[in-house]
């Protein structure tokens, strides 16, 4: 029940195009659910974070949609650029926990 | 500008040799983290420090050990490392509450001879 289901795997879109990665959650005491992005041989870094009273949240060319019947969110990367080639992390917490459950990353390349 | 500093980058060790991995903070921030990161996964969170009051994992082996002597640093010690003990290891701090984001360092990368 604690874990992030994530999709796909590893994700090649071309540039200009949009990338989408999906996570899906069980636990609905779950309320906070931020997006990393990790470069090979760094740290994650957040991205863009939303809570589930709102259904998107847009960041310059990253959205994230939200479906809380459906328990699942979404990153939307609109006008996909080489340099947004990384792993990506869908995570969810909940109050009171500091502790971030991770979803299995989605590696995303972008090609000219 | 660091904020999260880990310190080595790369760490090699001989099985079975204890070794031990730093972090400092510039944020001041009560929470510290230390996950494990394998090749291709997602970070793994070994334990956590909340002020000085240590949350160990319940599946965090006891090879595994950490310290908090102040706000600004941790350390992880690894007292009999296994070939199985190879990875990137990151250290993380937040702000303690629900919408606060972690921060982490670019992690040091430990191989087992």
């Known amino acids: 029940q604690q874990q992030v289901k994530q999709s796909p795997q590893s994700l090649i879109v071309q540039k200009g195009g949009i990338s989408i990665i999906n996570c899906a959650y069980e636990n609905t005491a779950f309320d906070y659910f931020p997006w990393y992005q990790q470069f090979p041989g760094k740290g994650p870094a957040l991205l863009i974070a939303i809570r589930p009273d709102v259904s998107e949240k847009k960041e310059g060319r990253f959205t994230i949609s939200f479906n809380k019947s459906a328990k699942q969110f979404s990153l939307h990367i609109m006008d996909s650029q080489p340099g947004d080639s990384a792993t990506y992390f869908c995570a969810a917490t909940t109050e009171g926990n500091e502790k971030l459950t991770f979803g299995t990353g989605t590696r995303l390349t972008i090609i000219p | 500008d660091a904020m999260v500093i880990q310190n080595p980058r790369y760490q090699v060790t001989q099985f079975g040799k204890p070794v031990t991995l730093s972090c400092s903070q510039t944020l001041n921030h009560n929470v510290m983290y230390w996950y494990q990161q394998k090749s291709s996964q997602a970070p793994k969170l070994l334990f956590h420090?909340?002020?000085?009051?240590?949350?160990n994992e319940a599946d965090t082996p006891d090879n595994f050990q950490s310290r908090r002597p102040n706000t600004s640093f941790c350390f992880l010690d690894i007292r009999s490392p296994g070939l199985g003990d190879a990875a990137m290891y990151l250290c993380?701090?937040?702000?303690?509450?629900?919408?606060?984001?972690?921060?982490f360092g670019d992690g040091t990368r430990l191989s087992i001879l």
């Open positions: 420090y909340y002020d000085k009051d240590f949350n």
């Open positions: 993380a701090t937040s702000r303690p509450g629900l919408y606060q984001p972690q921060h």
